[in-house]
């Protein structure tokens, strides 16, 4: 039995464990442990986001057990790593102790603060999401206290926020912050005149790590939206109520947020292992600690100086820490199989940082500059894709519906057209009324209501050429079969029957053998043709109505040949869509299970328009169908009930039971 442990459920962490679990999937001499503080995982990158009031915490709070319930092998423990004994190769942790064979250091990073004085006892950090969860609350705190301050200083004291370090994450910082500020002013009945946003930064320069192209931008939109930029001015010292520059100037502040250096987590100094710069433990090119064979480092935490990047560090990003992740797994699967190690080669696709919501800037692919609207689009797909690669497709629809459907104060580059907080009891009549249309429909067809054929007759109504006796024998309806020919069209025709009729007829009794083959093939055409159809989305007295298509297209004639290829089957798929009909028609009026309903209706409304049976008049079906899917169920409806308890259930299915802490290991 070949024993992993991995250490830390970041980024790195869930790469390595999710490449060994799914190598040795169905390896029983293997086990792969998983072993965090918590029993989630945490989208740093987005942390910004809730400091800022944008999000709420469960947006970047991701369950384990949700990400690893289709890798069985992987067993999660929450538990907090206090040591490790290198001689009895034991990880002890305060709860339990794991064995191991080899491991994986995943522990990563935290906030450097250099030893500026007060940093520790007066600023805020942002590495974890208790820390930016306390950003938030601190502020609304100073919010509420400015509110019923009548000092003017201590006021305006009260509402400026400053953040040191213009990185990535500072930077994203205040832009989330400026944002904030016109709802922090309402709710709190403030002057946003007396509210200040600061970055400081001791470079010269902001945002180090894109080009100087992306730095010009970012600084005209900081200046442009009211934020206080200064550069080439640390900080000297944090104290309660205001910093101290290195130039001597002070900022009055009760919020100071330190985004300026990272280093590897402090905690696994107790580890004894050798470490390079900002506390970052050394490791060879397989992420191998340096003189402690079986044990791994990644991530944040790992310090190794890539040759391929001229022996600079492995910055401390997130394509790093899933490759420096993906080594290491890759690594121990070739030491325990005997196959070829991988020295790492960091492959960093670009760099994306927003300013709020709605602005952002990237440099992609070494090429690629991008502003704007494009450049928050690409983080969003980007931050998608990572959902997609961990197979995590509940956190990717989690992520889409937090970013694009729960916001806001508009905060989205889509501004407010996309917020779900609309009131849905408003569109329960056009609920009632839809589900009406299609339940007249199916009954009608049904019971041959109201002059309409009856589709559970013999009568084949579909008009497909291939189902059309008067089609197959078209030589001879033209000297005998006139009138059968034109009760064969005439089935198909829902309005200007009496024209087809005699159109076709008049052809037929001309020797137009050509032109009834041709009506026969093609009803919707006939009908256009022979009934004066004229485009409108409405009727109007006089006129008859056109349809979507003359006449299906060949390739949609061969799917429907192949489904619906002789009478027999057109017959029972006549039945079978009148009960449809009816069964949609009750679903919808009684609100059950109505996204499903309509995004069907929408496909078989699609369908209709391609076999030429669906007319303009009714196209309004789809846009209705569309609008209806913004669950209008869950008012007077038996999704109210429904969904829910569905949802509890599919998710206890896929994904088992999750937890606030997992463990005891076995």
């Given at each position: 039995?070949?024993?992993?442990?991995?250490?830390?459920?970041?980024?790195?962490?869930?790469?390595?464990?999710?490449?060994?679990?799914?190598?040795?999937?169905?390896?029983?001499?293997?086990?792969?442990?998983?072993?965090?503080?918590?029993?989630?995982?945490?989208?740093?990158?987005?942390?910004?986001?809730?400091?800022?009031?944008?999000?709420?915490?469960?947006?970047?709070?991701?369950?384990?057990?949700?990400?690893?319930?289709?890798?069985?092998?992987?067993?999660?423990?929450?538990?907090?790593?206090?040591?490790?004994?290198?001689?009895?190769?034991?990880?002890?942790?305060?709860?339990y102790?794991?064995?191991?064979?080899?491991?994986?250091?995943?522990?990563?990073?935290?906030?450097?603060?250099?030893?500026?004085?007060?940093?520790?006892?007066?600023?805020?950090?942002?590495?974890?999401?208790?820390?930016?969860?306390?950003?938030?609350?601190?502020?609304?705190?100073?919010?509420?206290?400015?509110?019923?301050?009548?000092?003017?200083a201590?006021?305006?004291?009260?509402?400026?926020?400053?953040?040191?370090?213009?990185?990535?994450?500072?930077?994203?910082?205040?832009?989330?912050?400026?944002?904030?500020?016109?709802?922090?002013?309402?709710?709190?009945?403030?002057?946003?005149?007396?509210f200040?946003?600061?970055?400081?930064?001791?470079?010269?320069?902001?945002?180090?790590?894109?080009?100087?192209?992306?730095?010009?931008?970012a600084?005209?939109?900081?200046?442009?939206?009211?934020i206080?930029?200064?550069?080439?001015?640390?900080?000297?010292?944090?104290?309660?109520?205001?910093?101290?520059?290195?130039?001597?100037?002070?900022i009055?502040?009760?919020?100071?947020?330190?985004?300026?250096?990272?280093q590897?987590?402090?905690?696994?100094?107790?580890?004894?292992?050798?470490?390079?710069?900002?506390?970052?433990?050394?490791?060879?090119?397989?992420?191998?600690?340096?003189?402690?064979?079986?044990?791994?480092?990644?991530?944040?935490?790992?310090?190794?100086?890539?040759?391929?990047?001229?022996?600079?560090?492995?910055?401390?990003?997130?394509?790093?820490?899933?490759?420096?992740?993906?080594?290491?797994?890759?690594?121990?699967?070739?030491?325990?199989?005997?196959?070829?190690?991988?020295?790492?080669?960091?492959?960093?696709?670009?760099?994306?940082?927003?300013?709020?919501?709605?602005?952002?800037?990237?440099?992609?692919?070494?090429?690629?500059?991008?502003?704007?609207?494009?450049?928050?689009?690409?983080?969003?797909?980007?931050?998608?894709?990572?959902?997609?690669?961990?197979?995590?497709?509940?956190?990717?629809?989690?992520?889409?519906?937090?970013?694009f459907?729960?916001?806001?104060?508009?905060?989205?580059?889509?501004?407010?057209?996309?917020?779900?907080?609309?009131n849905?009891?408003?569109?329960?009549?056009?609920?009632?009324?839809y589900g009406?249309?299609?339940?007249?429909?199916?009954?009608?067809?049904?019971?041959?209501?109201w002059?309409?054929?009856?589709?559970?007759?013999?009568?084949?109504?579909?008009?497909?050429?291939?189902?059309?006796?008067?089609?197959?024998?078209?030589?001879?309806?033209?000297?005998?079969?006139?009138?059968?020919?034109?009760?064969?069209?005439?089935?198909?025709?829902?309005?200007?029957?009496?024209?087809?009729?005699?159109?076709v007829?008049?052809?037929?009794?001309?020797?137009?053998?050509?032109?009834?083959?041709?009506?026969?093939?093609?009803?919707?055409?006939?009908?256009?043709q022979?009934?004066?159809?004229?485009?409108?989305?409405?009727?109007?007295?006089?006129?008859?109505?056109?349809?979507?298509?003359?006449?299906?297209?060949?390739?949609?004639?061969?799917?429907?040949?192949?489904?619906?290829?002789?009478?027999?089957?057109?017959?029972?798929?006549q039945?079978?869509?009148?009960?449809?009909?009816?069964?949609?028609?009750?679903?919808?009026?009684?609100?059950?299970?109505?996204?499903?309903?309509?995004?069907?209706?929408?496909?078989?409304?699609?369908?209709?328009?391609?076999?030429?049976?669906?007319?303009?008049?009714?196209?309004?079906?789809?846009?209705?169908?569309?609008?209806?899917?913004?669950?209008?169920?869950?008012?007077?409806?038996?999704?109210?009930?429904?969904?829910?308890?569905?949802?509890?259930?599919?998710?206890?299915?896929?994904?088992?039971?999750?937890?606030?802490?997992?463990?005891?290991?076995?």
């Amino acid at each position: 039995m070949k024993e992993i442990v991995i250490v830390g459920a970041g980024y790195a962490g869930i790469s390595a464990a999710r490449k060994l679990g799914k190598t040795f999937k169905n390896d029983a001499d293997v086990k792969i442990t998983l072993v965090d503080k918590h029993a989630y995982h945490t989208y740093m990158t987005e942390l910004h986001e809730v400091a800022g009031g944008r999000v709420e915490a469960n947006a970047v709070k991701y369950d384990l057990q949700r990400i690893f319930n289709k890798y069985k092998k992987v067993q999660l423990v929450t538990d907090t790593v206090v040591g490790i004994d290198e001689a009895t190769k034991t990880v002890q942790g305060e709860s339990y102790s794991y064995h191991y064979d080899y491991l994986i250091l995943a522990m990563g990073g935290e906030a450097n603060d250099f030893g500026v004085a007060g940093v520790k006892e007066n600023g805020f950090t942002l590495w974890s999401l208790a820390a930016a969860e306390r950003i938030r609350a601190h502020i609304k705190e100073c919010c509420a206290k400015a509110e019923h301050e009548p000092n003017q200083a201590k006021r305006r004291a009260l509402l400026s926020f400053i953040v040191c370090g213009a990185g990535f994450t500072g930077v994203e910082m205040v832009g989330e912050l400026i944002e904030w500020v016109p709802r922090l002013a309402k709710d709190y009945h403030l002057d946003e005149e007396e509210f200040s946003v600061h970055l400081v930064e001791a470079a010269p320069k902001i945002l180090a790590m894109v080009t100087e192209k992306e730095q010009d931008k970012a600084m005209r939109y900081m200046t442009k939206v009211g934020i206080k930029v200064s550069t080439g001015d640390g900080i000297q010292a944090v104290n309660k109520h205001n910093v101290e520059l290195a130039s001597g100037k002070t900022i009055d502040s009760y919020t100071t947020i330190w985004t300026a250096g990272v280093q590897g987590n402090t905690e696994a100094k107790v580890f004894g292992l050798e470490t390079g710069r900002a506390n970052r433990l050394v490791a060879d090119q397989y992420m191998e600690a340096k003189d402690h064979p079986g044990i791994y480092v990644v991530g944040d935490l790992v310090y190794y100086e890539d040759p391929n990047e001229g022996g600079r560090p492995t910055p401390q990003i997130v394509q790093a820490a899933e490759q420096t992740g993906e080594t290491a797994a890759h690594n121990i699967i070739a030491d325990i199989k005997g196959t070829e190690k991988h020295a790492y080669k960091g492959k960093y696709d670009g760099f994306m940082v927003s300013i709020g919501s709605r602005y952002g800037v990237a440099f992609l692919m070494g090429k690629w500059h991008l502003t704007g609207f494009f450049a928050m689009l690409m983080k969003h797909l980007v931050n998608v894709l990572y959902f997609f690669t961990i197979r995590s497709f509940y956190y990717m629809w989690t992520y889409v519906r937090h970013e694009f459907f729960k916001i806001k104060d508009k905060r989205n580059i889509f501004r407010g057209h996309l917020a779900a907080h609309g009131n849905i009891l408003w569109s329960v009549p056009l609920r009632f009324f839809y589900g009406s249309v299609w339940l007249l429909e199916g009954l009608k067809k049904a019971f041959g209501l109201w002059g309409t054929t009856n589709w559970f007759g013999d009568k084949v109504v579909f008009p497909f050429a291939w189902l059309q006796e008067t089609a197959n024998a078209a030589a001879s309806a033209v000297t005998s079969g006139a009138s059968e020919a034109a009760s064969s069209v005439s089935s198909v025709v829902t309005s200007g029957a009496s024209e087809a009729v005699s159109s076709v007829s008049s052809a037929v009794t001309s020797g137009a053998s050509e032109a009834m083959s041709s009506a026969a093939s093609s009803a919707g055409g006939a009908v256009a043709q022979a009934s004066h159809a004229v485009f409108g989305l409405s009727y109007a007295y006089g006129e008859s109505p056109k349809p979507v298509l003359d006449g299906m297209p060949d390739w949609f004639a061969a799917i429907m040949r192949f489904f619906v290829p002789n009478r027999d089957m057109a017959l029972f798929m006549q039945k079978f869509m009148t009960v449809m009909e009816i069964l949609i028609g009750l679903a919808l009026i009684a609100g059950l299970f109505v996204w499903l309903i309509n995004a069907g209706t929408v496909v078989l409304v699609t369908m209709f328009c391609l076999s030429g049976m669906f007319y303009w008049v009714n196209i309004w079906f789809i846009p209705v169908a569309i609008a209806l899917m913004n669950g209008s169920g869950r008012a007077f409806g038996l999704d109210y009930w429904v969904m829910p308890w569905l949802g509890k259930k599919l998710d206890r299915w896929l994904y088992g039971r999750t937890s606030h802490h997992y463990g005891p290991p076995a």
